[in-house]
């Protein structure tokens, strides 16, 4: 089983009731998406730095837990732009994941009908075109390891940049095609921000409605 470091970000003004809310609701994503969680890193977020989000003491901080609990993945509490997702799994040597991708593949590992599978296919081609110079492979394929390897240059990039803009029109066609017809339908990623407490049942709705369509 891969293993899994949690960073949970603490927001200036918020409680550390409500941050322990937020990283029980991410074990238990992470547990349901089938890895085990090692340890889990509250930061608190003074300020947000562009290329790592977080500084760079605690960057060099959570390089060596990394390295000491031998974790396989590290994984945000909430969405990281794919610059600081290049630039942390150049640092750290590992994947770096966020709380957007663990979802999209509970989606993926528990969508049943031919409809939902368009859906989920749709949403993780959107997600993962802007991320394509990642070092490391996307989750989905690291399964059987989760260390990934280089791409093969420039040619490789922009050839797999078009593959995925071309799947991603024939997926949008296919879908207006056959909407939602005794399949699922995928619901945006983003919770609600007004009613943070509810965010865990928010989730579950979401995983439920990709594996119990209606």
Do not use: C
């Not at 837990?65 to 590992?94: C, K, M, T």
């Amino acid at each position: 089983m891969l293993s899994a470091l949690l960073l949970i970000l603490i927001d200036e003004n918020e409680t550390r009731q409500n941050a322990d809310l937020r990283s029980e609701e991410l074990a238990s994503l992470v547990d349901t998406m089938g890895l085990e969680v090692l340890h889990t890193e509250f930061i608190p977020l003074r300020g947000e730095t562009s290329a790592t989000l977080i500084g760079s003491g605690k960057v060099a901080e959570i390089k060596e837990l990394l390295e000491e609990l031998e974790a396989d993945v590290v994984i945000f509490d909430r969405p990281i732009s794919p610059r600081v997702q290049r630039n942390l799994e150049e640092i750290f040597q590992s994947a770096v994941i966020d709380r957007d991708e663990v979802i999209l593949q509970i989606f993926a590992d528990r969508a049943q009908t031919k409809e939902a599978m368009l859906q989920v296919e749709l949403a993780r081609l959107q997600y993962s075109l802007p991320r394509l110079v990642r070092k490391w492979t996307n989750l989905s394929q690291q399964r059987g390891g989760v260390r990934g390897s280089r791409g093969e240059g420039e040619t490789r990039l922009e050839l797999d940049r078009r593959r995925i803009q071309d799947r991603i029109a024939l997926e949008e066609a296919a879908s207006q095609r056959s909407p939602t017809a005794g399949g699922a339908t995928l619901l945006p990623l983003k919770e609600p921000q007004s009613d943070r407490s509810d965010r865990g049942l928010y989730e579950q709705r979401k995983i439920n409605a990709a594996q119990h369509p209606h």
